[in-house]
């Protein structure tokens, strides 16, 4: 069997893809129905609710852990692997998304800046706690019955 098949034939490359999609296209869904508008951006944007960064890993570390072993390596550095991703996802992005919003409201103040903008800067970036918290959730059930 060549590598390519192999490779997307492993539960550990599709499982995690197939959720991150189907995630991210409920996000896209969501925004249609709240705001009456299509924003196909949603399904490659990050941030919303839940967190499909936390449910991509914390379901492939219960993946692993489940089938491989929870005492092996690699259990080991997927879950360490999940905690800094869902730490950067509600603390560093957060914090930079916040950031974006303060500087999309001073260059857009007269007066405040002379500064020409072409674009805004991206203001969802990251996550609140809550959302992390259900995108590891729904990752730790996918893992468990995948």
């Known amino acids: 069997m060549n590598t390519f098949l192999l490779m ?5 490359i599709y499982i995690p893809i197939i959720l991150w999609v189907c995630i991210q296209t409920f996000k896209v ?16 944007g ?11 890993v914390v379901a492939l570390a219960t993946m692993i852990g489940r089938y ?3 005492q092996t390596s690699m259990f080991a ?7 800094v991703v869902m730490y950067d996802a509600a603390g560093v992005r957060r914090a930079a998304g916040k950031q974006a919003t303060i500087l999309n409201k001073i260059v857009q103040t ?24 259900a995108g590891a959730l729904i990752g730790l059930i996918v893992g468990m019955f995948a």
């Open 46 to 56: 990050a941030g919303g609710m839940p967190s499909s960064h936390s449910a991509v």
């Open 8 to 12: 997307i034939t492993s539960k550990y």
């Open 29 to 44: 869904i969501w925004e249609l129905i709240k705001t009456k508008k299509f924003n196909f951006k949603r399904i490659m």
């Open 110 to 133: 007269p007066g405040l800046s002379t500064l020409e903008v072409q674009e805004k800067l991206v203001e969802v970036l990251g996550h609140t706690p809550i959302q992390v918290f």
């Open 77 to 83: 550095l997927s879950l360490i692997f999940a905690f």
């Open 68 to 70: 491989e072993g929870v």
